[in-house]
């Protein structure tokens, strides 16, 4: 034995590793919408497939990490809420994954007055999920400082601001939730209770980001 | 009486070899875990890793391993047992015994991996030819009884003061607006106690064995003066850290940590200094109590003196053991570690070095490696370190289970077998 089997490696790196591969996953979506909008098919199944990839780089990470996170290792945060970060984490590539999944099975055409909405919804919502990356990202920082201090107090105000956008996320989907009802008796009725579908997924992305945070908060506060 | 004036320089050399033999493993094991530390957190390389044990570790071996050499030579068997009195010559074979024991325990449990004290390891083989070959009455149960309490105490008090210390620098240094600002404004007070702490612990009312008698302020003030001197080399040294990107986001603490590395060469001198104080003595405190009763012809007496070759002898191994196969542990240490950044390494290891210093001016043996262990834990406890694997406590305590016994057991068997051979 010596000192070095005292310190198991950090669960840290491959926390932050595993969010920005989830994030790689939300921030092919808008790529994604734009191929829908072109009406690009081929476009489109590309991203998907890229889409795909990436959330199975996702799991397999964080399945190893659930392998090497053993109830006997003594660590500054919750093991618990740890691995529920983590689950968050994922999830925004889970979401990723059904969005894309959803648009390659059922061909759905975008009527004009939607685009607009649309993509500002898309990129409010990846530019969560990119603030949320930047708040895991302060991993390291955090557990240098020890979780305490002038570090702690960035990272909750961070928190407060996703809260922010996530609320703007909000709003901007029901924006496009009004302008679809608007549209809706020039639409296939099936397509649009998907449209709903999609719409709520899309605000799942930020939803999901904003979770990451408020886990965050926990970690910290112990 | 007559055997030890017939075979007394036979005694001298095999106690000798055995003596260095022991050393040997101390230094291959023992003090690669201590300096292992600094080359983990990157502050020294392997090389100057050597360098600083062969300064510190004879320094503190010479100036303040005295008394728990004198402890392991003459605290744990009472030499006014009349067995002893009759046959002195059993205090030789047991004490050779002691060493062959524990540094065959120490090359078997370290080339299979298990932790091993080499405290623990030296003073259960000399309890073990104590209690056959002399008389269960003649180990000093007290003593003994002090001792396994601060093999408890010790980690525990480790790993207080480490955890005060890391709370310290985070209130300090991490937790401000300006982190590095902070760093190189402290960097000096930290260092300042590092030399501070280590001399007065070490200089407090004097070095009986050189003969240098200090009254409480006088130990005070050289310890203060030698604590400015250190500080200001720091200083100087710290004025070569520049500010390298401290506007990105990764930077403002990695500027802190090349502060820090700076502060670890102090630590990792204490460190050398602090197991040279404790840990030389579970080599060389057999072979002291050898040469005392061969050079004064068999008489077994409490009051002789420590001559400075033993000690010598001790530190030579120890150096020899490290640069040897220690360096080898250093080194994978040195990769495998990547957690310990030197502001939490400082921390660790200053805290580390006091308690022992401090055990080995009572003259109490301890281990080094769980006092690391405990303060590495405190550590943790601040919230400082990412993942601290449990199971190593498990392992220390199966350690003790194993190691007293073992150590007791082979001594026992070489004592009868140096018996069988020489009477």
Redesign the interface.
């Given at each position: 034995m010596s000192i070095f089997d005292l310190l198991h490696k950090s669960p840290f790196k491959p926390m932050q590793e595993h969010m920005r591969i989830a994030v790689r996953c939300a921030n092919e979506v808008p790529g994604l919408f734009e191929a829908l909008i072109a009406g690009d098919e081929e476009e489109l199944k590309r991203r998907k497939d890229e889409i795909f990839r990436i959330e199975m780089e996702a799991d397999n990470l964080k399945n190893d990490m659930r392998i090497h996170l053993p109830k006997r290792l003594f660590m500054p945060v919750a093991r618990r809420d740890l691995l529920e970060v983590l689950d968050h984490q994922d999830s925004i590539a889970d979401v990723a994954q059904d969005i894309a999944g959803l648009l390659v099975e059922r061909k759905f055409e975008v009527p004009k007055a939607l685009e607009e909405p649309l993509r500002k919804l898309v990129a409010e919502c990846v530019s969560a999920c990119e603030f949320s990356l930047k708040i895991v990202e302060e991993l390291d920082e955090l557990l240098t400082a020890g979780f305490r201090g002038k570090e702690a107090d960035r990272v909750e105000s961070m928190c407060t601001e996703l809260n922010g956008i996530e609320n703007t996320t909000d709003e901007l989907g029901m924006a496009l939730a009004t302008v679809l009802f608007d549209h809706e008796d020039e639409m296939k009725p099936i397509s649009v209770v998907f449209w709903y579908q999609i719409i709520q997924w899309i605000g799942d992305l930020a939803d999901h980001a904003e979770k990451v945070g408020n886990r965050f908060r926990l970690l910290i506060a112990q | 009486m007559e055997i030890i004036a017939d075979q007394g320089t036979v005694f001298l050399i095999i106690a000798g070899v055995v003596s260095l033999f022991m050393a040997w493993g101390i230094g291959a094991n023992d003090l690669?875990?201590a300096m292992?530390?600094s080359v983990?957190s990157k502050a020294l390389t392997v090389r100057q890793a050597i360098i600083v044990a062969a300064i510190f570790e004879f320094a503190g071996a010479v100036l303040a391993g005295g008394h728990v050499t004198g402890t392991i030579r003459k605290g744990i068997i009472d030499s006014s047992s009349p067995v002893l009195l009759e046959n002195p010559q059993y205090l030789v074979y047991g004490m050779i015994a002691a060493l062959l024991a524990a540094g065959i325990w120490l090359l078997v449990a370290s080339h299979r991996?298990?932790?091993?004290s080499t405290t623990h390891s030296i003073v259960g083989a000399i309890v073990g030819f104590g209690i056959v070959g002399i008389g269960f009455d003649s180990v000093a149960w007290s003593k003994i009884g002090t001792i396994a309490a601060s093999w408890v105490i010790s980690p525990l008090v480790g790993g207080f003061v480490a955890f005060v210390l890391?709370?310290s620098v985070?209130?300090l240094i991490?937790?401000?607006?300006e982190p590095f600002a902070a760093a190189r404004v402290w960097a000096p007070f930290y260092i300042f106690l590092v030399g501070f702490i280590i001399s007065l612990v070490t200089l407090f009312k004097g070095l009986k064995h050189l003969n240098l008698a200090f009254s409480v302020e006088v130990s005070f003030a050289v310890s203060g003066g030698i604590g400015l001197f250190v500080a200001a080399v720091g200083g100087v040294l710290i004025r070569r850290v520049q500010a390298v990107g401290e506007e990105s986001?990764?930077g403002?603490?990695s500027n802190?940590?090349r502060v820090f590395g700076y502060m670890m060469i102090f630590t990792a001198c204490s460190m050398a200094f602090a197991h040279g104080s404790n840990d030389v003595a579970n080599a060389v405190g057999p072979l002291a109590a050898v040469v005392s009763i061969v050079q004064s012809g068999g008489e077994v007496t409490q009051k002789a003196g420590l001559p400075v070759w033993v000690l010598l002898i001790g530190g030579v191994g120890i150096l020899i053991g490290l640069a040897t196969m220690g360096y080898r542990?250093m080194a994978?240490?040195g990769t495998?570690?990547t957690?310990?950044?030197p502001?939490r390494g400082f921390c660790a290891e200053l805290a580390a070095a006091t308690t022992v210093v401090i055990a080995s001016r009572t003259g109490i043996p301890v281990s080094t490696?769980h006092i690391?262990?405990g303060s590495?834990?405190g550590v943790?406890l601040?919230?400082?370190?990412?993942?601290?694997?449990?199971?190593?406590f498990g392992?220390i305590a199966m350690?003790w289970i194993v190691t007293l016994p073992a150590g007791a057991i082979l001594a026992m068997v070489f004592f009868y077998i140096m018996r069988a051979i020489f009477g």
């Open positions: - | 690669a875990n292992g530390t983990g991996g298990w932790p091993v890391i709370r985070q209130k991490l937790d401000r607006e986001q990764k403002r603490f802190v940590e542990v994978t240490i495998k570690i957690e310990l950044t502001s490696t690391l262990v590495v834990l943790g601040a919230r400082g370190l990412g993942a601290i694997d449990m199971r190593v392992t350690s």
